[in-house]
T-cell receptor, first 114, second 116 residues
Framework: NAGVTQTPKFQVLKTGQSMTLQCAQD?????MSWYRQDPGMGLRLIHY???????DQGEVPNGYNVSRSTTEDFPLRLLSAAPSQTSVYFC?????????????FGPGTRLTVL | AQSVSQHNHHVILSEAASLELGCNYS??????LFWYVQYPGQHLQLLLK??????LVKGIKGFEAEFIKSKFSFNLRKPSVQWSDTAEYFC??????????????FGKGTHLIIQP
């Protein structure tokens, strides 16, 4: 199993550009989520999904859209990038059940918005 | 929503020193607690977790943590650190108590540097 994969690893955007960060998992996990990591802030939840067709907002959802058309994929879209979205983005997934099930993280996407 | 705080943002130790990193959480009913580690340039990995039973939890690489309900704490410990323990350490709790469809709330992290 590849686990959780993310593409691209690095991306530089100009303010106002749009892009999609890809996330896929091959563990048949129902729960998937996106976090951003900023220095001194830890990780903050952007959006999450409990299954195909179902998404919900996390702590910092503004400026980001998500969709979940399949169990495997959970892309994160930036419609109009802003410098404040410069961050490292991590996708995570976990199996169904209780919240103490381990979340598996992808390798991250380092995004810079100029 | 539940919250978690980590007391030490930067810690520098010499090899073989003992380590204790503090973590406190807000009360929210069902208590599930995690410690994650992020080695330089890598993604987060689970060190250990607590969800019930023995309050002293053992994880990978010689780490352990003790859940103290009366203090709302879940401190991470290691008796003798190694240079390879240099990493960022995060304490985390489910965002909402009771489990279910939610993500994690992370502390701001502790950057641990082990000097040879």
């Amino acid at each position: 199993n590849a686990g959780v994969t993310q593409t691209p690893k690095f991306q530089v955007l100009k303010t106002g550009q749009s892009m999609t960060l890809q996330c896929a998992q091959d563990m048949n996990h129902e729960y998937m989520s996106w976090y951003r990591q900023d220095p001194g802030m830890g990780l903050r939840l952007i959006h999450y999904s409990v299954g195909a067709g179902i998404t919900d907002q996390g702590e910092v959802p503004n400026g980001y859209n998500v969709s979940r058309s399949t169990t495997e994929d959970f892309p994160l879209r930036l419609l109009s990038a802003a410098p404040s979205q410069t961050s490292v983005y991590f996708c995570a997934s976990r199996s169904t059940g209780t919240s103490y099930n381990e979340q598996f993280f992808g390798p991250g996407t380092r995004l810079t918005v100029l | 929503a539940q919250s978690v705080s980590q007391h030490n943002h930067h810690v520098i130790l010499s090899e073989a020193a003992s380590l204790e990193l503090g973590c406190n959480y807000s009360y929210g009913g069902t208590v599930n607690l995690f410690w994650y580690v992020q080695y330089p340039g890598q993604h987060l990995q689970l060190l250990l977790k607590y969800f019930s039973g023995d309050p002293l939890v053992k994880g990978i690489k010689g780490f352990e943590a003790e859940f103290i309900k009366s203090k709302f704490s879940f401190n991470l410990r290691k008796p003798s650190v190694q240079w390879s323990d240099t990493a960022e350490y995060f304490c985390a709790v489910p965002m909402y108590s009771g489990g279910g469809a939610d993500g994690l709330t992370f502390g701001k992290g502790t950057h641990l540097i082990i000097q040879p």
